[in-house]
């Protein structure tokens, strides 16, 4: 089955500690990109992801980092959490393009205390 | 900056009313065009979208969109809405269709459909 994986999907947390939120696709797509969804703000893309190797700046970039070694992954980083990144996260992935649609995961709800 | 504009944040409805859902965006080139709806508690999901072509695109469900290029428009519709209907709906564009491109949502409208 098609699909982009999350994990994980919900996790609470502190301050200062580092935490990563995999993706994984297995539909061997070049582009992937991570959102931020919250109420009355939409969503705003964190990173994105053209190619392996390949990452450049969404709208939110500050606070998160990405990394894309492997066509299939691309994991989001947050080396130091703070409370203003409680959100809700999507991983999304898609064929080359920008005419295609994109893929989403289930989600990751993050609330950082 | 490109950006999108969904001007309905919430919208109410009853069973079989009409629906539009209003989307602008501010870009003069070249444009694709996405409807993305959001069941509670769910991810997004592809209603339909437009690249070339036909400005009206049909979708999934009974949706249908209108791209009207002199308005930088993109309204969704449905004919008669059904209470499964309620979600929430965003409206997203990129630019291009090779090269670096990124994708750029409205902040959505959220449809609750009274039984």
């Known amino acids: 089955e098609a699909q982009v994986t999350q994990n994980p999907r919900y996790l609470i947390t502190v301050t200062g500690k580092k935490l990563t939120v995999t993706c994984s696709q297995n539909?061997?797509?070049?582009?992937m990109s991570w959102y931020r969804q919250d109420p009355g703000l939409g969503l705003r893309q964190i990173y994105y992801s053209m190619n392996v190797e390949v990452t450049d700046k969404g709208d939110v970039p500050e606070g998160y980092k990405v990394s894309r070694k492997e066509k299939r992954n691309f994991p989001l980083i947050l080396e130091s959490p703070s409370p203003n990144q409680t959100s809700l996260y999507f991983c999304a992935s898609s064929s080359g393009g920008g005419h295609q649609p994109q893929h989403f995961g289930d989600g990751t709800r993050l609330s950082i205390l | 900056a490109q950006s999108v504009s969904q001007h309905n944040h919430h919208v109410i409805l009853s069973e079989a009313a009409s629906l539009e859902l209003g989307c602008n965006y501010s870009?003069?080139?070249?444009?694709?065009l996405f409807w993305y709806v959001q069941y509670p508690g769910q991810h997004l999901q592809l209603l339909l979208k437009y690249f070339s072509g036909d400005p009206l695109v049909k979708g999934i469900k009974g949706f249908e969109a209108e791209f009207i290029k002199s308005k930088f428009s993109f309204n969704l519709r449905k004919p008669s809405v059904q209470w499964s209907d309620t979600a929430e709906y965003f409206c997203?564009?990129?630019?291009?269709?090779?090269?670096?491109?990124?994708?750029?949502f409205g902040t959505g409208t959220r449809l609750k459909v009274l039984a």
């Open positions: 539909m061997n797509h070049e582009y």
């Open positions: 997203a564009v990129t630019t291009g269709t090779s090269g670096t491109y990124k994708y750029i």
């Open positions: 870009y003069g080139g070249t444009v694709n």
